[in-house]
């Protein structure tokens, strides 16, 4: 074959990927969810599973956002943004192995919203989670130069959530403090527990294929919000989803941790 056919097929390739691999994973979560049900009937519906038509829109859908974040890869969100708002800034960090510009749509809204976002570049690359939990030491110290803020709040997706987790068990940089802590997509199974005085705040979803079975999605001493209907992707992009982040940053602290399930689809 010629060079022209190989490129062609190399393209094929890695637009297809995304799609088989999400669709592969659906039908393993699929049957991890049917063998679950099979071992306790009267379990509650987190192990229900989507219909055919509902299943494929979410394939679909975490698919083209997966295409989306790779093809604006060149144009993600500013780290900071002048301006003249005030209050506890907000670090959003992007999912690991995904560039920045994955997180685009939820920083834009936020600033809008009046945030003070703060959209860091990380160590995408490191080898080690200490150096990935250095980065992030780094990122936390350069917003409290450039803020002033003692205090920010942390919004940490899958892959970069489990970063955050070992850096507040190792104690933390010092200043910045972070007082909130809220992951999307991101399983708790295994995490370290976190300290006080940070609240986690845990968004998941039952339908996520990448999640891994769901009795390890919560994380201990966290308020979990499950939702239905959307992959991790989907989950940074819907605007029910940005309402309960909206609503959970402009909360007042909390005196203990809960957990509640939302059944959105």
């Known amino acids: 074959m010629g060079l022209a056919t190989w490129l062609t097929v190399g393209g094929l390739g890695a637009l297809l990927a995304p799609l088989v691999?999400?669709?592969l994973a659906h039908v393993r979560a699929a049957a991890r969810k049917r063998r679950a049900r099979s071992a306790c009937p009267f379990e509650d519906d987190d192990h229900d599973t989507l219909s055919v038509a509902r299943a494929t829109q979410l394939v679909v859908t975490e698919s083209l956002l997966w295409w989306y974040a790779v093809a604006t890869a060149m144009h993600p969100p500013a780290a900071t943004a002048p301006g003249s708002a005030s209050g506890v800034p907000v670090v959003v960090l992007p999912p690991r192995f995904l560039p920045r510009a994955s997180v685009r749509t939820l920083v834009a809204t936020l600033r809008r919203d009046g945030?003070?976002?703060?959209?860091?570049?990380?160590?995408?690359?490191?080898?080690s989670r200490a150096e990935r939990v250095g980065a992030l030491d780094?990122?936390?110290r350069g917003s409290w130069e450039r803020s002033g803020?003692?205090?920010?709040?942390?919004?940490?997706?899958?892959?970069?959530?489990p970063i955050v987790a070992a850096h507040l068990a190792s104690g933390g940089s010092g200043v910045p403090?972070?007082?909130?802590?809220?992951?999307?997509?991101?399983?708790?199974?295994?995490?370290?527990?976190?300290?006080?005085?940070t609240e986690v705040i845990a968004f998941y979803s039952g339908d996520d294929p990448l999640l891994g079975p769901l009795e390890t999605a919560r994380w201990p001493g966290a308020v979990n919000v499950a939702i239905r209907g959307f992959g991790r992707l989907g989950l940074l992009h819907a605007p029910y989803v940005y309402a309960l982040i909206r609503e959970h940053l402009l909360a007042p602290p909390r005196a203990c941790p809960s957990s509640w399930t939302s059944a959105a689809s």
């Open 21 to 23: 691999g999400h669709a």
């Open 115 to 127: 945030f003070i976002v703060i959209c860091p570049r990380l160590a995408i690359l490191a080898r």
């Open 138 to 140: 780094r990122v936390l």
């Open 149 to 161: 803020a003692r205090l920010v709040d942390v919004i940490a997706p899958a892959g970069a959530a």
């Open 177 to 197: 403090v972070i007082r909130r802590l809220l992951t999307i997509g991101a399983a708790g199974g295994g995490s370290p527990t976190i300290p006080s005085p």
